[in-house]
């Protein structure tokens, strides 16, 4: 049962720069982090004149995407324009697409947050190119209030995916976000870069209330703004939930009361502020670009993408299971860093590594040690080849756990083999009889440790394992401590 009076309804519009070189009509570069106005041509300026020549890597990419989150890709696509005015655009209008979008309906499936184990599934509208605006920059810290303009962004290629409003809760927003970027990245079509804008979205809330006679009444639907992180978007739906749920208490105002509204987001204040009315598709007056002819889409641009997409999230989780017999929870953790860590897990198995122990290893150890570095995974200096003969040394019994990580942290230190690492750290094997005079000898100096272990403190053997460990290092403390056990049992 629901822990709120109402049903949540959240629909997500994700604008997502394309991994081009150049931006979606001219050859200007698309780098982040130029200086003002370097990359900017007569196209990207509107000079009398000149006209736009589409980027075919944009197209590949937009296809790729589409036929991974499952649209419908029709075979011919066209160009229109979408006026309004806004001081970062100097043609006065966006090139987009309106009537025939790239990407037609489709869905993503994803893990529900509240309900592990589960797959949630969201609808999409569309996925269209269009290109972005520039940026404006203001300056208030100065009190001079001096505007300028950027266009340097002007032309870079975007593809904007709507989504119906399935989505029932911020977690569930946040989830999607997630999971539609994790694809984004497998599937090489963008960075997804959040800082520097790669990855942008607008999330549409209102609330459906249901009433004493039945009925249901629902709230103003309110667009909120440019939202630049997971964080931010699961705050400020959580925020303008209930702050639409309050506004409706003091008003009774509902969706056929109020025009849609534009509202930013304050994420120092953690407020939602309004900002204007929203606009409808006729407000934006759209008509064909005469300058652009449509596009066909042909069977073999859609076979050479539809190869190009390689084993996607979804899959590889569920292969990961089956496979190699991983939880759900253990997959996710490993397909969340990304295709080259699937591919390093699966190299790990492949060469002989318990494909369990693997897991553990490469959770606990390999990604702790990468996110201490700020490393990526091809950058970690121990080769899957050579973690792999490590796993496989503590399977036959020749290391123990402990001094395995011993030997790991060696080898991220020193470029060498495993057997050349057990040498320099003096590790040696300990054969039974030597091990059982150890034990015995322990049990004479410490006969307060056997009265304890049979007044029932078996934690007593502790002390023991620890003693053992520094009379020599090489021993194995799960050895020790059944060895110990089995002597006080046969005294």
């Given at each position: 049962m629901s822990a709120v009076p109402y049903r949540l309804v959240v629909g997500l519009e994700v604008h997502v720069q394309l991994a081009t070189n150049t931006k979606l009509f001219c050859s200007c570069s698309t780098k982040f982090g130029a200086p003002p106005n370097t990359q900017v041509c007569p196209v990207c300026l509107a000079q009398p004149g000149a006209l736009p020549v589409l980027n075919a890597r944009a197209v590949e990419l937009a296809i790729r995407t589409g036929l991974a989150l499952n649209c419908r890709i029709d075979p011919v696509t066209k160009w229109d324009r979408k006026n309004y005015f806004y001081p970062d655009l100097p043609k006065g209008y966006q090139i987009s697409q309106f009537d025939r979008p790239i990407c037609g309906e489709g869905y993503l499936q994803f893990p529900d947050p509240d309900s592990?184990?589960?797959?949630?599934?969201?609808?999409?509208?569309?996925?269209?190119?269009?290109?972005?605006?520039?940026?404006?920059?203001h300056d208030e810290s100065s009190g001079t209030a001096d505007s300028r303009i950027d266009l340097n962004r002007a032309g870079t290629p975007l593809l904007e995916i709507v989504s119906y409003p399935d989505i029932s809760s911020p977690a569930a927003a946040k989830a999607y976000l997630t999971d539609l970027r994790l694809l984004l990245i497998y599937l090489g079509v963008s960075?997804?870069?959040?800082?520097?804008?790669?990855?942008?979205a607008d999330a549409n809330v209102n609330l459906h209330i249901p009433q004493a006679d039945g009925q249901t009444v629902a709230t103003p639907i309110v667009e909120l703004k440019n939202l630049n992180s997971f964080r931010a978007v699961e705050r400020a739906v959580?925020?303008?939930?209930?702050?639409?749920?309050d506004h409706w208490q003091r008003t009774g105002q509902t969706i056929?009361?109020?025009?849609?509204?534009?509202?930013?987001?304050?994420?120092?204040?953690?407020?939602t502020k309004a900002q204007r009315e929203k606009e409808e598709s006729a407000d934006y007056r759209y008509f064909p670009d005469p300058d652009l002819v449509p596009l066909k889409v042909t069977a073999d641009m859609l076979a050479q993408q539809r190869q190009l997409m390689g084993e996607l999230p979804a899959a590889a989780r569920t292969r990961l299971q089956n496979q190699f017999g991983l939880k759900a929870y253990d997959a996710d953790v490993i397909v969340s860093q990304g295709r080259p860590v699937v591919q390093y897990y699966d190299a790990?198995?492949?060469?002989?590594a318990d494909a369990r122990r693997a897991s553990s290893w490469l959770q606990q150890d390999v990604l702790r040690t990468l996110k201490e570095h700020s490393w990526s995974i091809e950058q970690f200096p121990i080769s899957s080849q050579r973690l792999g003969e490590l796993l496989q040394a503590i399977d036959q019994g020749n290391l123990d756990?402990?001094?395995?990580?011993?030997?790991?942290?060696?080898?991220?230190?020193?470029?060498?083999?495993?057997?050349?690492?057990?040498?320099?750290?003096?590790?040696?094997q300990i054969d039974s009889s030597q091990l059982t005079d150890l034990c015995q000898l322990l049990l004479q100096e410490n006969p307060q440790v056997v009265v304890q272990f049979r007044e029932g403190n078996t934690k007593a053997l502790g002390y023991l394992v620890g003693a053992a460990k520094k009379k020599d290092p090489n021993v194995d403390p799960k050895q020790v401590r059944e060895l110990c056990e089995k002597l006080i049992q046969a005294m």
């Open positions: 592990p184990g589960d797959l949630l599934t969201v609808r999409l509208i569309r996925a269209h190119l269009e290109e972005d605006a520039g940026k404006s920059l960075d997804c870069n959040m800082q520097e804008g790669s990855l942008r959580a925020y303008e939930a209930q702050r639409q749920y056929h009361d109020a025009p849609k509204q534009t509202r930013g987001w304050d994420d120092n204040a953690g407020v790990l198995v492949g060469g002989g756990n402990a001094r395995a990580r011993n030997v790991f942290q060696y080898l991220l230190e020193h470029d060498v083999s495993i057997s050349q690492a057990i040498e320099a750290l003096g590790i040696k």
